[in-house]
């Protein structure tokens, strides 16, 4: 097996293939929710190596808030299926962008009708819900967010007005998938961001899940000292796409010497061998097709 197909197997190994003809097939000439070949969301979202290496970094993001966290600890799967979770993170992000209408509208109300049963109660003694517009819009925006920054440092750099674009195009999806405030713009994710840091915070579960990911824990998804080094060390490059305030908080900071010696260039080496192996998601081909009408298109078929 050469060196590109391996690691293309190790990429859809984590997480997926995603070509499902139910989702990126459908009527010709249907852009889907993020506006279609010409949309800036679509190169972003179609570049796997800006998606893989936001991941973690989104993801901590994510949790920082202690409601979300509390649901993520008590009633998600990460623990034993830490690869159908990233998978089907992963999938909800290109899913939502490069599915039809119909079928990426149905992924969306399929998720809300997961989260609307998802309730409980904080180690602090704070009710939540995962359906609160404000939980569901810090989760949106951490993904755009994360994703945005890596594509403008790893790929090609973004003007301001194609980031207003891109934020404008993502928050169609987070809208509809029940968020409250949603930021537009760069500045106005600046300020939401800033509003939201009294709100974040660390404690026993965020450390246990970051613990996790760093394969420090218990299970048969404990590493070794050097698996576990280096997973630290990758959380931390994931981590530079993000506030310095947030790497202080999560420990995940690294000093500057540790940046540019390694952190920063093994990023971009990996984008670098992620485009190589990956050049073009199967999604991002097939949705080309079904919008510009280039190829036959299938009846839709939403998902349930």
């Not at 499902?20 to 969301?41: K, N, R, T």
């Not at 179609?46 to 901590?60: C, F, H, M, N, Q």
């Not at 760093?214 to 630290?232: H, I, K, W």
Request: net charge neutral; proline share 7%; charged share 20%.
């Amino acid at each position: 097996m050469d060196l590109r197909q391996k690691i293309r197997d190790e990429i859809e190994a984590v997480g997926g293939r995603h070509d499902e003809p139910a989702v990126y097939d459908g009527p010709a000439g249907d852009p889907g929710l993020a506006g279609g070949p010409g949309s800036i969301s679509w190169e972003i979202n179609g570049d796997l190596a800006s998606i893989s290496l936001a991941g973690s970094a989104a993801v901590i993001m994510e949790v920082l808030h202690p409601s979300v966290m509390a649901g993520v600890s008590q009633q998600s799967t990460f623990r034993t299926q830490p690869l159908l979770r990233a998978r089907n993170t992963l999938g909800y992000v290109l899913r939502t962008t490069f599915g039809s209408t119909e079928a990426a509208t149905g992924v969306i109300e399929k998720v809300k009708r997961i989260h609307g049963r998802i309730t409980g109660t904080r180690p602090d003694g704070v009710p939540y819900a995962a359906l609160d517009p404000e939980l569901i819009a810090w989760v949106h925006t951490c993904i755009p967010w994360a994703v945005m920054t890596a594509f403008d440092r790893y790929r090609r750099p973004l003007t301001p007005e194609e980031k207003d674009r891109y934020l404008a195009e993502q928050a169609v999806i987070g809208r509809m998938g029940g968020a409250d405030e949603v930021p537009e713009t760069v500045a106005d994710l600046e300020a939401y961001v800033e509003a939201m840091r009294p709100r974040l915070s660390v404690n026993a579960q965020t450390r246990e899940f970051i613990d996790f990911l760093a394969g420090d824990s218990d299970g048969e998804f404990r590493a070794g000292p050097l698996g576990q080094l280096r997973n630290r060390l990758g959380l931390s490059a994931s981590m530079l796409l993000v506030p310095t305030w947030a790497r202080h908080l999560t420990a995940t900071y690294q000093p500057a010497v540790v940046q540019r010696a390694y952190l920063v260039p093994n990023a971009h080496l990996e984008a670098r061998l992620v485009r190589w192996a990956y050049p073009e998601l199967p999604c991002h081909r097939m949705a080309v097709a079904r919008a510009t009408g280039q190829a036959a298109a299938t009846p839709s078929t939403a998902v349930a």
